[in-house]
Structures are given as structure tokens and as C-alpha cells.
């Protein structure tokens, strides 16, 4: 070994006699000694350890920012594309969320729709077990359940229409003959459209029965 190299060695630097903030010279380095970065220039400085986090917090946020309900209709929709595709049918999808739930519909491009009732069904059935599926496919994705409302071909605003009508005419005949009325049961969808109608009109309605056969009693007084 050379003298430079013994001097060398024999200047090396213990690491814990080094003050905060303090230069070091190549030489000790050289000799093998483990020297802590400079603390605003190293390569683990505190600017450079901090960057990679704050920005996976950074995206974190931002996923925490979106609306579950808005992400729903976003899969939901993704799923009813392929549907399609594999149907070689044609339609538009369009989202829209209120009052707390998210709201699906399928039209053509041209307006018509006759392409589209394969989807709908007799009386909506087909319709029906659709929108469980494709809730299914959100409960997939997200480990939370959807009470997404699928329309397609505009069946369920037609629907909605004829149960207005009919809620109305019960109410009618509700006032006049002051006997609770029953209705023909329907879908949880469809008794809470008569259920806003009836209340409207300022009479009382409550559902009762179970399972396919629970329908809605319209009745003057609760």
C-alpha cells in the first residue's frame, strides 16, 4: 500500500463523528466510509422521498372524489356496450343520476326501437332480469349494491305514464267510495311511482303482501 493511500485510510471519517451539515472530503468516501447524503441535494432528500407519495395520495383523492353513483352508471354502462356488441344491436346509452340513484337508458340512433324491444320483453320481464344483471356487474366492481334503473326503448317511461293514470283513478275512486283500493302488484320500481302519485294527491297508501303477489292499498285515511 501506498503512503497516499495510508494516508488515505488513515484520514477516513467515522460516521458518527460527523456534525450535521458537515463537508467530507472524496477521500474518505474512497476509503470506504458510508457517508449520509447531503440533506438538500442527496438523492433521498426529504423533497425527493416525498414526491412519489403525494402523488399516489394525489390520485387516491381524486378516485375518492368521483361519485359512486356516477361510477356505477359508468360500469353499468360499459356492460350493456358489450351486451350490445354480442347482440349486434345498435343503441345509445345515456346516464343520468337523481334523486340518489342512477338512471340507464337504451335508444337507437334514429329513434326507433324496434331493434331494441328483443331487450324489453313481454311486459318488461326480459327488461327486468337485464337490470339484475347488470347490477350484478356493478356489484362486481365496486363490492357495493346498485339500485340502478335500466330503460330500454323507452319501455319504463311509457310504463311510468299508464301508472300515474292508474294511481289517479284509484285515488279517484278512493274520495268517492271512501273503501281502500287495491292494485295488481308490482315491481319495487313501480309501487314507488304510485306511492309519489298518491301522496301527491294527498291520500294514504301502504304495500302489503309478500313477494310477486305485494301490491299497493290506496286508502282515504292511514
Do not use: F
Not at 474518505?28 to 438538500?40: I, N
Not at 343520476?97 to 334514429?110: A, M
Not at 357495493?144 to 284509484?170: M, P, Y
Not at 309519489?196 to 297508501?205: F, R
Amino acid at each position: 500500500m501506498s503512503n497516499n493511500q495510508n494516508e488515505t485510510a488513515g484520514e477516513a471519517i467515522e460516521v458518527e463523528d460527523l456534525e450535521p451539515g458537515q463537508e467530507v472530503d472524496a477521500a474518505a468516501v474512497a476509503a470506504g466510509v458510508d457517508v449520509p447524503a447531503d440533506p438538500e441535494n442527496g438523492p433521498e432528500s426529504d423533497s425527493g422521498r416525498d414526491s412519489a407519495p403525494a402523488d399516489a395520495a394525489g390520485a387516491e383523492n381524486q378516485d375518492d372524489d368521483v361519485d359512486p353513483l356516477v361510477e356505477e352508471g359508468e360500469i353499468a354502462a360499459d356492460y350493456l356496450e358489450e351486451l350490445l356488441d354480442l347482440a349486434d344491436l345498435d343503441g345509445d346509452i345515456d346516464i343520468e343520476v337523481r334523486n340518489g340513484r342512477t338512471y340507464l337508458s337504451v335508444l337507437n340512433e334514429e329513434g326507433t326501437s324496434e331493434d331494441l324491444e328483443i331487450l324489453v320483453g313481454r311486459d318488461g320481464e326480459v327488461l327486468d332480469s337485464l337490470q339484475e344483471l347488470v347490477r350484478l356487474a356493478v356489484l362486481a366492481a365496486t363490492e357495493h349494491r346498485s339500485r340502478l334503473v335500466l330503460d330500454i326503448a323507452g319501455h319504463r317511461n311509457q310504463r311510468a305514464g299508464k301508472l300515474k293514470d292508474l294511481a289517479l283513478e284509484a285515488v279517484d275512486k278512493a274520495r268517492s267510495t271512501g273503501e281502500p283500493v287495491h292494485l295488481d302488484p308490482l315491481s319495487p320500481y313501480e309501487r314507488k311511482i304510485v306511492h309519489d302519485v298518491v301522496a301527491e294527491a294527498g291520500l294514504h297508501s301502504e304495500s302489503e303482501g309478500e313477494g310477486a303477489g305485494r301490491h299497493i292499498v290506496i286508502s282515504v285515511e292511514g
